[in-house]
């Protein structure tokens, strides 16, 4: 099927929000099409040359998970891929819905025996995904609590797809006169295992020194003279120490 290399396929999916976005399993690695199967480009960034015989896509955290033989289990964010198409394609520039956080609390045990198995986590903080047909210039991205920019970074220019990582931590406000007390440590942040860190080292990551609040946040990504803007939530951690 179209560039398709001649490899033995063993699943096939295709995206319940998005019909043109196909994924393959093949005996040697993992596929995808944003175009209904004419063009397949092959997913890396980590996946081992293994065989694939199954895949999933979540409808609700809009992953895809990929079961190897020998490799265990991949999981990746495929939000943005499922609001690829011919008018984002088209546009100069496009800003993907970030997906919503949980603000984990997180107990970590003094025991390190399962920790040797973790695997890594995906990035513990909000990812901000966006396209730009060519390279316009300086790309500003910024997180605002109401009318408060609480973090702030410069984003890559790349032609393509880009991504930054909000760390959920913002800078406190200045009052005049007053000292801003230290961050301090802050605590575990959470994210599921110790390889959160190691999963976002692909991406360049921003925030300040303390913990963002539970609530609703606006990103605002300015390029090329234009501004644009999406909400979010950080969500509370209403599971910890509940019991079921």
């Known amino acids: 099927v179209g560039n398709l290399p001649d490899k033995p396929v063993n699943v096939i999916r295709e995206d319940p929000v998005n019909p043109n976005l196909l994924f393959v399993g093949a005996d040697f690695g993992l596929y995808a099409s944003i175009d209904g199967g004419k063009i397949w480009t092959e997913l890396k960034e980590g996946m081992p040359t293994q065989p694939i015989y199954d895949l999933k896509i979540?409808?609700?955290?809009?992953?895809?998970?990929?079961?190897?033989?020998?490799?265990?289990?991949?999981?990746?964010?495929?939000?943005?891929?499922?609001?690829?198409?011919?008018?984002?394609?088209?546009?100069?520039?496009?800003?993907?819905?970030?997906?919503?956080?949980?603000?984990?609390?997180?107990?970590?045990?003094?025991?390190?025996?399962?920790?040797?198995?973790?695997?890594?986590?995906?990035?513990?903080g909000v990812v901000i995904s966006y396209y730009q047909k060519g390279a316009a210039g300086d790309v500003t991205v910024k997180v605002m609590q109401g009318t408060r920019v609480v973090a702030e970074t410069k984003g890559p220019n790349n032609p393509g797809m880009n991504q930054v990582l909000w760390n959920m931590r913002v800078t406190p406000a200045t009052v005049p006169g007053v000292v801003a007390p230290a961050g301090g440590r802050g605590g575990f942040a959470g994210g599921g295992g110790r390889g959160g860190a190691a999963a976002a080292s692909a991406m360049p990551s921003f925030g300040g020194t303390l913990p963002a609040e539970v609530g609703t946040y606006t990103v605002v990504v300015t390029a090329g003279g234009k501004t644009f803007s999406k909400t979010v939530q950080i969500i509370e951690d209403v599971w910890f120490d509940r019991m079921f």
Do not use: M
């Open 58 to 124: 979540h409808p609700r955290e809009k992953d895809l998970i990929v079961a190897t033989h020998g490799r265990g289990i991949f999981i990746t964010d495929i939000s943005a891929l499922q609001e690829i198409g011919p008018s984002v394609l088209a546009s100069d520039f496009h800003v993907f819905q970030p997906e919503s956080k949980v603000k984990w609390v997180v107990r970590r045990p003094n025991v390190s025996a399962s920790t040797n198995f973790d695997g890594e986590s995906e990035p513990n």
